[in-house]
């Protein structure tokens, strides 16, 4: 199941891009949808993520109040809104397929950052750098 990322490009500090996440010709409903960035010479790490009806989102701490994640089942594709970005969002972005986890006291489904399918194979990417 291969991935595909878009949306990336050059913005200065400040800036907004929108990622887009599909796996064409396959469907994404049935999981929930993380996106991840790796920048020159750190690990990967988990930005958000999405739970597979899009009812519950979650993010890292460095991206909160910026991002904005959402899914459209019927287009079979994730985005990811960045806005107010900074020099340190720079990197390339991937998107992943993970679990979702049921809350039993909520009586609902939830996602975490940065867990992904362990036998995911990582797609390109989409590069994005912010100018300062």
């Known amino acids: 199941l291969q991935f595909v990322e878009s949306g990336g490009g050059l913005v200065q500090a400040g800036g907004s891009l929108t990622l887009s996440c599909a796996a064409p010709?396959?469907?994404?409903?049935?999981?929930?949808i993380g996106w991840f960035r790796q920048a020159p010479g750190k690990e990967r790490e988990g930005v958000s993520c999405v739970t597979s009806t899009g009812a519950r989102t979650n993010y890292s701490d460095s991206v909160k109040g910026r991002f904005t994640i959402s899914r459209d089942n019927a287009k079979s594709t994730v985005y990811l809104q960045m806005n107010s970005l900074k020099p340190e969002d720079t990197a390339v972005y991937y998107c992943?397929?993970?679990?979702?986890?049921?809350?039993?006291?909520?009586?609902?489904?939830?996602?975490?950052?940065?867990?992904?399918?362990?036998?995911?194979?990582w797609g390109q990417g989409t590069q994005v750098t912010v100018s300062s």
């Open positions: 992943a397929p993970g679990p979702d986890y049921y809350d039993g006291p909520k009586q609902t489904f939830y996602c975490l950052v940065g867990v992904h399918e362990e036998d995911h194979t």
């Open positions: 010709g396959f469907h994404l409903n049935f999981n929930s």
